[in-house]
């Protein structure tokens, strides 16, 4: 399931690029809402699947403009290069703990 997809579903015209909501996944391949800022409710796992289930069943997403598609390309990089800092972060803090751990012995 895209939750990103199944939100804009269930309340049309929201956009996570305009910071309607905010979907993640840490790279485990599970997606989750990691921001919500629409004035309703946040949907639960349940409803996201209806829509989901739904939305394959009816599509109804006109074809993307070239625009559009340079948008979602340019905020879908800055979403990698967001996760591969806080990977390079991670990293280093996991280098520095294995050198304090090397110097220990």
Do not use: C
């Not at 625009?67 to 990293?91: F, G, H, P, Y």
Request: glycine residues 4%.
């Amino acid at each position: 399931m895209n939750k990103a997809h199944a939100i804009m579903h269930l309340f049309p015209g929201t956009n996570p690029f305009s910071g309607d909501f905010e979907v993640r996944d840490d790279g485990d391949g599970i997606q989750y809402i990691h921001a919500w800022n629409i004035n309703a409710p946040q949907p639960s796992e349940a409803d996201l699947q209806a829509a989901w289930d739904d939305l394959q069943a009816n599509p109804t997403t006109p074809p993307l403009t070239l625009e559009d598609k340079v948008t979602l390309l340019e905020a879908s990089n800055l979403l990698l290069q967001e996760e591969k800092t806080a990977l390079e972060q991670r990293l280093q803090a996991t280098e520095g703990a294995i050198l304090f751990l090397m110097d220990m012995t």
